[in-house]
């Protein structure tokens, strides 16, 4: 009984502190127009994003282990794989951080990024692990291709879809879907 006693406050008294330490963080962010939902969990390395904005509606997950960007956008009726240039998307730590602060100064602008959807369409989406899978799963899926900076692109801007993750994430997505 004595045993059983010395557990029960081993337990009650950890239950704090490991609370403390938990790997799965959700944000709820107000916008003017919409609300972002950001889910991090630095243990899988992933930040999953639901943006409700009535004028730019989409979901996203940042995948940083796999280097992975996975966007669904809603207007476009489509969903957009692309390779993270970690070198200029912000770390896990730096959104972590930018959302406990709502503060974005100290953090990379990744204003002016621009993705140009490819006309193939990816065949496969399990190999990208369950959250993009299901994510993706009723919409056509694409990828897409990170511009050089400072290359003119013959793109008609109209076909550009803007994501936006605070202030400091800002991409777009170019080019005609395919089939729509």
């Known amino acids: 009984m004595n045993h059983l006693i010395t557990i029960s406050i081993l337990v009650l008294s950890l239950s704090p502190s490991l609370a403390l330490t938990s790997t799965n963080d959700s944000y709820l962010l107000d916008g003017s127009v919409g609300t972002q939902v950001i889910h991090v969990n630095a243990f899988r390395g992933m930040v999953s994003i639901r943006d409700s904005n009535v004028l730019s509606e989409w979901d996203g997950i940042l995948d940083y282990k796999n280097a992975l960007l996975a966007a669904k956008l809603f207007s ?3 969903c957009v794989l692309a390779k993270m240039d970690q070198e200029v998307f912000p770390s896990l730590d730096d959104i972590k951080k930018a959302i406990v602060k709502q503060a974005s100064t100290h953090y990379p602008s ?4 621009t993705y140009t959807v490819l006309p193939s369409r990816v065949k496969n989406l399990a190999q990208y692990g369950t959250l993009i899978k299901d994510m993706c799963r009723a919409f056509p ?12 692109l013959a793109i008609d801007p109209n076909s550009c879809f803007e994501v936006q993750l605070l202030s400091f994430l800002g991409l777009s997505i170019c080019g005609e879907i395919p089939g729509l």
């Open 76 to 78: 476009k009726m489509a």
């Open 110 to 113: 990744t204003h002016g990024l």
């Open 141 to 152: 899926t694409y990828f897409a291709q990170q511009q050089k900076e400072g290359t003119a």
